[in-house]
């Protein structure tokens, strides 16, 4: 299958760009204004009823430095589709598809867990795998795989714990 | 460690023993040890087998795994121990009865393993004092059963009634160079009670 193929004109008036995956998955980049617009239209228009994932790539140093990968499944067509976006450091915001598919918000959470993106819309925004109040998000580029005080929040509970155990006496 | 010798000239038929307190208090509290199975990750499904009928672990007295902290004395952390975890294996082990022993089952709990990251405590010996390391990915349970076995022989040596007249001792020693707790003698009593706790990281802060 060569490209969108039968994707091909569906797209309506939704700007985009068609990439040329390396696994020969149908890819499309978009504005980050025109996502819903165009995951809407996937979902209604051409059947992809599954998201499947919501990560992100962390292009660092480069800019705009993250893209943002979402990609979808339609069983009824076996058809799977790639959707790019690119956000900046500075206003690393996407629009939550949560709308859309429900089933996204672990993925997104997975996402703003690990590459601190917010996504706009989401119900419940909060740490996935890392602690809450960790900090830091481990799958950037500019982070040690070490860690930065992975320890700091266990510290700071056992320190308030020894506290409350002097206390007692 | 003297063993428990039957006098054989008895005043009544029934017999006595003669023996140091000492002897019999280990002797019984080795021979009973209730392990808190921490099963992490890989390691738990071992730890399974351990106290399975094949490996039979009530052969050495230690079958008897409850799932409350409050009711056993050897703590088995069996897995990848993680930073988000820590607290709550922390807190099993403040929950669990003096005395009591650890037992760093497979190289994550032993020193983080093949996981240096930052998600992973890098040994649990950064929380808590630690009696036995058992190294493998994961370990056999025959090399388990090794480990309680030798735990047992470190059980003898203790002075529990010599300890109870003393001042309590701290058990849990923060070690610089080692970079986590060692095991000091483990005397057999509280050693929270005087209610002083030195931090983990008071050094750094000094």
């Not at chain 1, 994707?7 to 996502?35: K, S």
């Not at chain 2, 007295?61 to 088995?76: H, K, S, V, Y």
Request: with cysteine.
């Amino acid at each position: 299958m060569s490209g969108l193929g039968r994707l091909e004109g569906a797209f309506g008036g939704v700007e985009h760009v068609e990439v040329a995956a390396a696994d020969g998955m149908p890819c499309v980049e978009v504005e980050r204004d025109d996502l819903i617009a165009l995951m809407t239209l996937l979902r209604d228009e051409l059947g992809f009823e599954a998201c499947t994932i919501v990560t992100a790539v962390d292009h660092f140093p480069r800019e705009p430095r993250f893209q943002v990968v979402h990609q979808l499944l339609s069983l009824r067509h076996n058809d799977r589709v790639r959707v790019h976006c690119r956000v900046s450091e500075d206003d690393a915001r996407v629009p939550s598809v949560t709308g859309l598919w429900p089933g996204a918000a672990y993925f997104e959470r997975e996402a703003y867990d690990m590459f601190g993106l917010r996504f706009d819309g989401h119900a419940d925004l909060k740490r996935l795998l890392m602690p809450e109040g960790y900090g830091h998000h481990p799958l950037r580029k500019d982070f040690p795989h070490q860690g930065i005080e992975p320890d700091r929040l266990y510290k700071e509970w056992d320190r308030a714990r020894r506290h409350a155990a002097g206390s007692q006496g | 460690m003297g063993s428990l010798k039957p006098v054989e000239a008895s005043a009544t038929d029934g017999g006595f023993f003669a023996t140091r307190a000492d002897a019999l208090v280990n002797w019984g509290r080795k021979n009973s040890l209730w392990p808190m199975p921490l099963g992490l990750s890989c390691c738990g499904i071992e730890l399974m087998a351990m106290l399975g009928p094949k490996f039979d672990l009530a052969r050495f007295g230690a079958e008897a795994a409850r799932f409350t902290p409050r009711q056993c004395d050897l703590l088995i952390v069996a897995g990848t121990l993680t930073w988000k975890m820590a607290e709550a294996c922390r807190t099993i082990y403040d929950q669990m009865p003096d005395p009591k022993w650890v037992i760093a089952m497979g190289v994550c709990s032993s020193s983080g393993g093949m996981y240096d990251s930052y998600a992973v405590v890098q040994g649990v010996d950064m929380l808590m004092p630690v009696d036995v390391y058992v190294p493998g990915c994961p370990p056999r349970p025959d090399a388990v059963i090794d480990a309680i076995i030798k735990l047992q022989r470190k059980i003898e040596r203790e002075r529990p009634v010599k300890s109870l007249l003393a001042e309590p001792v701290r058990d849990d020693v923060w070690d610089e160079g080692h970079g986590g707790f060692l095991r000091q003698p483990n005397m057999g009593v509280s050693t929270h009670r005087s209610g002083e706790y030195v931090a983990a990281d008071e050094g750094e802060e000094a």
